[in-house]
């Protein structure tokens, strides 16, 4: 039995007082990326269950734990996507880190900014939609007769999350519309790639993920930064 099917977190199930930073690094420092995806829809749930109802503020992790099972390498090094297999392997490590950054963002500005419930309603969310378009694409590439970890990758997406850590709006604007919008711009031709080999399914799979992409990234972004300015108010 895979050892996602029978994960008791979080520890104290009948709490009715979770504290949602800790969970949040609980859930940052799982290294197996089925089961940080699995902990993080479960971690939506509990808020919308209303059982989480204290924020926290824990240190922000400097890194979160990593599949050992995915060689990190330079970008330079990572295999050109010239097959669907390195497309597809390439897409689920992006969404494995897309989780991770979601939930980043829920505990670094915590100590920084003063934030309206509704910002951690979206960004759990957002988090929840991360692990679902890992789930699904990760299934997909064990489909198609790979895993994830079958070939290096990068961590260029934390390297960049680092650069911006001083600044909520910074990291909005660069790591979340910036390099979201220069994947919607690849978007089509990837769709496009997968077509042309024949691969219906996956193409679809991908279109499908990022539509709800683009209606959770842009237009939940540009809401948070047209906040009332009494609600995000900086303090460092």
Not at 111 to 134: C, D, G
Request: glycine content about 2%; some cysteine; aromatic content about 8%.
């Amino acid at each position: 039995m895979n050892n996602c099917d029978i994960d008791n977190w979080p520890s104290d199930q009948d709490s009715n007082e979770f504290i949602l930073s800790i969970l949040v690094i609980e859930i940052m420092q799982t290294s197996e990326p089925n089961l940080k995806a699995k902990r993080t829809q479960k971690l939506e749930q509990l808020w919308n269950q209303g059982k989480i109802k204290i924020i926290g503020d824990c240190q922000a992790l400097d890194k979160p734990a990593r599949p050992q099972s995915v060689q990190i390498v330079p970008p330079s090094h990572t295999p050109n996507r010239a097959n669907k297999i390195s497309m597809l392997h390439s897409l689920v490590h992006i969404e494995n880190w897309a989780i991770d950054l979601s939930l980043d963002i829920l505990v670094r500005f915590n100590s920084q900014h003063t934030l309206p419930h509704s910002f951690f309603t979206e960004w759990i969310r957002i988090a929840a939609e991360e692990a679902k378009h890992y789930t699904i694409l990760c299934n997909r590439l064990i489909e198609q007769g790979s895993y994830y970890g079958a070939l290096p990758a990068h961590d260029g997406l934390w390297e960049s999350a680092m650069e911006t850590q001083h600044s909520l709006l910074a990291r909005l604007a660069i790591e979340h519309m910036v390099h979201e919008a220069r994947g919607l711009d690849v978007n089509p031709k990837t769709v496009a790639r997968f077509r042309s080999s024949g691969d219906k399914q996956t193409a679809e799979l991908i279109e499908i993920i990022f539509k709800v992409k683009f209606s959770i990234h842009f237009v939940d972004y540009f809401n948070l930064l047209n906040f009332n300015k009494d609600e995000i108010t900086h303090v460092a």
